[in-house]
């Protein structure tokens, strides 16, 4: 892993690299992002050669291509350009906001998954990001007991293809304990995941906790080919589960002038704590119509 220098006082100049940790939950939490705040200049090679270097997804500011966009991000990890990164582009709006580049109270940004809504919560000196309604699939019982061999489960519940923008599949657990537990065989995640279409497996176990308390869910992240075996925090993962639970009746959502947050917890079994804060995206007739993405920004490494 390449030094970083300090997190500078104003936005760095072209191609410079900065890192800033996200959904960070305790010492050595969040998942990091190599971020370069200018990338004019720089061609697809050399921004997944940042990402190759560093071994994280890694987030790129350009000029916006579109009407009504802001800035345009591109992500990349070490293996291949991503279409949507939850976690980069929250702390890639944090960071703009600490260097003075956004000062509204709202922004839009480009990706390759669409157009991206950007919320600042100035009492909580946080960004929310928008993600859409989520889509779903079932597995078929082969599907799963592919899933399960993978997971080294011994029987395989129903398992879901669900998406926001990349599809992950979500593995319901009995317990934190047997989520933390697992040991998948790494040499047949990229395989499995091929034959299920997906880009990564999520296995999930939502917290029992008292009547009305806000849901905790814990998860991991075992991504299809990334270059890295486990990811420690992966925001658009969370927004499928959240959209799957939600859907379900399994969580509550609240209203638009109450609404609940969900607290994703991911990365504990890495000793990297991470939490993403996940609430309700209503419209203007109070239906449920996506969600919005936060968690603690910090700079350089947690």
Not at 1 to 8: C, G, H, L, R
Not at 40 to 58: I, K, L, P, W, Y
Request: contains cysteine.
């Amino acid at each position: 892993m390449t030094d970083f220098a300090p997190f500078p006082k104003t936005r760095p100049a072209a191609g410079q690299v900065v890192l800033i940790n996200v959904f960070v939950n305790g010492p050595g939490g969040g998942n990091p992002v190599p971020l370069v705040a200018d990338a004019r200049g720089m061609d697809a090679a050399q921004m997944q050669e940042v990402a190759r270097t560093h071994g994280h997804e890694s987030a790129f500011v350009l000029p916006a291509e579109v009407p009504g966009a802001d800035w345009r991000l591109r992500f990349f990890v070490p293996h291949h350009e991503m279409e949507m990164c939850g976690h980069a582009t929250v702390g890639t709006l944090w960071a703009l906001r600490r260097w003075g580049v956004w000062t509204t109270p709202t922004a839009c940004v480009q990706t390759l998954s669409g157009l991206v809504d950007v919320e600042w919560d100035a009492a909580h000196q946080r960004v929310w990001i928008s993600q859409p309604a989520v889509r779903e699939e079932m597995l078929s019982p082969t599907d799963a007991s592919l899933v399960a061999r993978t997971l080294g489960l011994a029987d395989s519940a129903p398992m879901t293809n669900a998406a926001t923008s990349r599809v992950k599949t979500l593995v319901p657990l009995p317990d934190a304990a047997a989520l933390h537990a697992l040991a998948p065989d790494f040499a047949a995640m990229e395989a499995t995941c091929e034959a299920i279409g997906s880009t990564g497996l999520y296995p999930y176990a939502l917290q029992q906790g008292a009547a009305g308390a806000e849901p905790t869910v814990f998860a991991r992240q075992f991504p299809r080919k990334s270059g890295y075996p486990e990811d420690a925090a992966t925001g658009i993962a969370a927004a499928a589960l959240w959209g799957h639970l939600a859907a379900a009746g399994t969580i509550a959502t609240g209203s638009a002038a109450a609404p609940v947050v969900c607290t994703v917890r991911q990365g504990d079994a890495m000793g990297s704590p991470s939490a993403i804060a996940v609430r309700p995206r209503f419209d203007a007739k109070g239906s449920v119509v996506g969600c919005w993405l936060s968690g603690e920004v910090v700079e350089g490494m947690a």
